[in-house]
């Protein structure tokens, strides 16, 4: 099954595919699954609404045939679902899949990364918003402590991942006094961090702009202490800025989807726990997907409406709020996949 690459409506390809393939977390970070609202009595999805391995194999099949090179796996904490390992291995089989990553808050992991590697994961991405336990703590609304997530990257370096990544949500007096220690710590050790803007995604998080340290600010604040350099993206549309230490230390990245967005370069797409494809991060709704994988449509009906649903994307939510005029209606990111 071959099919002509769509493209949307302001001319951006499909290439990449994020995952979700939980709604559920063992964490509730303040910015994404904030503990008042994700309490006890909250329903997550039951396990029937969630699309199966062989479902999203399938899926991811029809996306790779529609130019999809990419897959991202995530959550919610895609490591909560039983046997990921086993999906790893279905995505394997996928021809034109050229890259599959995997992001995660790390809790899991050193218990899964061999099982990960041999499965045929090719990179992953650890979440850590602090170096200090008590902060960490606090963002994780979990208490949990820095050392689980410092042993997760030793696993991941230890198994061979390359390069291995850390995302540090950047908050504005909560944890951006730690932009250089977390700098530090990994100059010089393979690990690229990512510092990424503070971002309004959902409704739940009390976003509001005086919280985002811009990039611009973060660069300068690191470049103040070890000069750095920008270098060239490893890809078009790559999603974070690289920066290069001067002294051959390393290089870390800023993703400043709030302050100089990059909307004309996004050609991703995501798929909900429930086998929803939303087209954007901040969409308010997706399209069911699961409905048309469980009615029996064939793949080349399944192409035939994915390539158009792309074909009538307008998505760019980013450009209008820097406009001040994007909608309020979105959905949250632990349910449609960061
Ligand atoms: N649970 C996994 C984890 O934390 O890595 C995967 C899912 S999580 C939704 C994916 C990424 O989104 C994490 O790196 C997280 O820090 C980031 N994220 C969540 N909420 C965010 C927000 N409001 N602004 C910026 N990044 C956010
Ligand atoms: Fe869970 Fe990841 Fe969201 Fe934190 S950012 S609550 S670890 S899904
Ligand atoms: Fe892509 Fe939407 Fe983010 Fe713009 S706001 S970069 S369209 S996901």
């Known amino acids: 099954m071959q099919a002509d690459p769509p493209l949307d409506t302001r001319g951006r390809h499909l290439r990449d595919l994020r995952i979700s393939v939980t709604d559920r977390c063992n964490l509730r970070c303040s910015y994404c699954m904030p503990a008042e609202v994700f309490g006890p009595n909250y329903r997550f999805l039951p396990r029937s609404d969630i699309l199966s391995y062989e479902e999203l194999t399938r899926l991811a099949r029809v996306f790779a045939a529609l130019g999809v090179k990419k897959l991202r796996i995530t959550g919610g904490e895609p490591l909560l679902r039983r046997d990921l390992p086993q999906l790893i291995a279905q995505l394997r089989t996928v021809a034109g899949i050229e890259d599959i990553a995997l992001t995660t808050n790390g ?28 902060t960490f703590g606090r963002m994780n609304g979990k208490g949990v402590g820095v050392a689980p997530i410092l042993k997760a990257v030793e696993s991941a370096l230890q198994t061979g991942f390359t390069p291995v990544k850390i995302n540090m949500v950047v908050q504005r007096g909560v944890n951006d006094h730690e932009i250089e220690e977390m700098a530090k710590r990994w100059r010089g050790t393979g690990v690229v961090v990512r510092f990424i803007e503070y971002m309004d995604v959902g409704t739940t998080n009390g976003w509001r702009m005086n919280d985002v340290v811009p990039a611009r600010e973060i660069v300068a604040r690191i470049g ?4 750095v350099e920008s270098a060239d993206p490893n890809y078009p549309g790559e999603v974070a800025s690289r920066w290069r230490y001067a002294d051959g ?9 709030v302050t100089n967005t990059f909307c004309g370069d996004c050609t991703r797409a995501r798929l909900s726990a429930r086998g929803e494809l939303f087209t954007c991060l901040f969409a308010a709704t997706g399209h069911d997907l699961r409905a048309l994988v469980r009615n029996g449509q064939s793949d080349q009906a399944l192409t035939v409406t994915i390539a158009a649903l792309w074909q009538a994307r307008d998505d760019r939510y980013s450009e209008l709020r820097a406009a001040n005029a994007a909608p309020t209606a979105k959905a949250e990111m632990s349910y449609l996949g960061g």
Do not use: Y
Request: hydrophobic content about 50%; proline content about 5%; glycine content about 8%.
């Open 224 to 227: 103040a202490r070890w000069p």
């Open 107 to 134: 809790l899991l992991l050193p218990a899964m990364a061999r099982d990960l590697k041999a499965a045929g994961l090719d990179r992953v991405t650890i979440s850590l918003d602090s170096l200090n336990d008590a």
């Open 249 to 257: 230390q390393g290089e870390f990245g800023v993703i400043s989807s």
